[in-house]
């Protein structure tokens, strides 16, 4: 029953069966190729025995095995392993079928590989998911042939194993990598002149040609006999929270992925460069009420806490409560905080109903208001009008865009910050808005 189930007939025994075919049909004119089709025939069913014999012995086999790793990275190329042992005493052909989680929708997958005899063979292929959650593989299929090629042999291997997808967890070990290494400008982050200082003091050194005559400690210069002068460092433990909105704005998708995963992303990123500074990284999210909040601290396990909390959020089909945002920031963020507030507003009137409480907001808390480009309309925007269609397309895409731009600087006459955004550049220039902070000593 077993061999029944994993017996497959190999493609090229059809077209063994489509030339004696051919060597029966030509006999009727030619009497004397008769008795050789039969010979084909006769040799074709002796070899698929044959093939069956060698492919199903007991005694060899193959083994393979896919090593998934324990998470997969949101939105980016993950590599998955595949790994296949060759037990035949002969070179066989490996053809490889995965079947890869639904979410994926890719029902092509097929690999085809020659394994030498005993041979250890080893490749990987990549996949890019779109969505959080788990993912479940179905069996890893291997349909092997002999070089007789009559017959192929089916075996299963590791079915429904299952995978989360995080956020990118790849992109944020990108960012502390280039942090680390003083690289950052690699990926469009800016290097800003640090203008003024901060409050903290560090320590008192000799004064060297460049160093600020107003931070000069007369007392030390007078104790010393040589200018001394005091130095700084930056304001340390800094509680920085990002608030990402839950509401039907943040479901619309760029190239696959929804605005809510590219703030998830940059969130995670972010927060990460913020423990590295020694600041305090927490979390919000929100729509209709407060769905998390995660306090912020610099504890070297936070990070893993806050990716937890981003593992799962989605969003809702409603409009967020900016109101019952307000009111829980000022009941559970006492201390002045940078706030990074992830939405979407698409219309100057869409922004209005919600001003009133971010400049509540804004007036206990340095808040940063993060918003979109519709990216979609660049086309059309760049695009040359030649008819009357295209005209009135085109200067629809330019109203919004306009409405954007009026959107930033609404927000910034009322003391409000705001960065407006290609999704693909949400990272790069949240961080770039935190360093300027910090650089100004406004954090």
């Known amino acids: 029953m077993n061999l029944i189930k994993n017996l497959y007939i190999h493609q090229r025994f059809f077209i063994y069966l489509s030339v004696i075919a051919f060597v029966f049909l030509i006999s009727f004119w030619f009497p004397i190729l008769y008795e050789v089709a039969w010979f084909m025939v006769t040799i074709l069913a002796l070899l698929f025995i044959t093939d069956i014999y060698i492919l199903f012995s007991p005694s060899k086999g193959i083994k393979a095995r896919r090593i998934l790793p324990k998470k997969l990275s949101n939105s980016d190329d993950n590599t ?148 001394m002068v005091n130095q700084y460092q930056d304001e340390k433990s800094q509680p920085i929270y990002s608030i990402i909105d839950l509401g039907r704005a943040m479901k619309m998708p760029f190239e696959s992925l929804k605005l809510l995963d590219y703030a998830i992303n940059s969130a995670l990123a972010f927060s990460n460069i913020a423990l590295r500074k020694k600041d305090k990284a927490g979390l919000v999210t929100f729509s209709k009420k407060v769905d998390k909040i995660v306090s912020s601290s610099n504890k070297k396990t936070h990070l893993n806490t806050i990716n937890e909390a981003l593992y799962n959020i989605t969003t809702q089909y409603t409009d967020s409560d900016f109101g019952y945002l307000y009111a829980v920031i000022k009941r559970k963020i006492t201390q002045r905080s940078l706030l990074i507030l992830y939405t979407n507003f698409e219309h100057i009137s869409s922004l209005k109903r919600q001003l009133p409480f971010l400049q509540a907001i804004a007036k206990n808390h340095l808040l940063v208001v993060v918003f979109f480009e519709n990216t979609e309309l660049d086309s059309l925007i760049h695009k040359e009008a030649s008819d009357l269609e295209t005209i009135y397309y085109k200067t629809i895409a330019e109203k919004f865009a306009y409405e954007k731009r009026l959107i930033v600087k609404e927000l910034e006459s009322r003391g409000v910050h705001a960065i407006l955004t290609k999704p693909q550049q949400l990272t790069v220039n949240v961080i770039n808005k935190y360093l300027e902070f910090k650089a100004k000593g406004f954090i």
């Open 80 to 227: 998955i392993p595949i790994t296949l042992k060759n037990q035949y005493n002969l070179t066989i052909e490996a053809k490889f079928i995965d079947e890869l989680p639904f979410q994926f929708q890719k029902r092509d997958f097929e690999y085809i590989a020659i394994v030498q005899p005993n041979q250890v063979y080893d490749f990987e292929y990549t996949l890019k998911p779109v969505e959080r959650g788990e993912y479940y593989f179905g069996n890893l299929n291997v349909y092997v042939s002999s070089p007789l090629k009559i017959v192929a042999k089916r075996a299963k291997f590791q079915d429904k194993q299952m995978v989360a997808v995080y956020p990118s967890y790849i992109q944020m070990k990108k960012y502390e990598f280039l942090a680390i290494n003083n690289r950052l400008t690699a990926f469009g982050l800016k290097k800003i002149r640090r203008i003024g200082h901060t409050m903290e003091f560090e320590q008192i050194k000799n004064y060297v040609s460049g160093d600020d005559v107003r931070t000069i400690n007369w007392k030390a210069t007078a104790k010393r006999s040589q200018l």
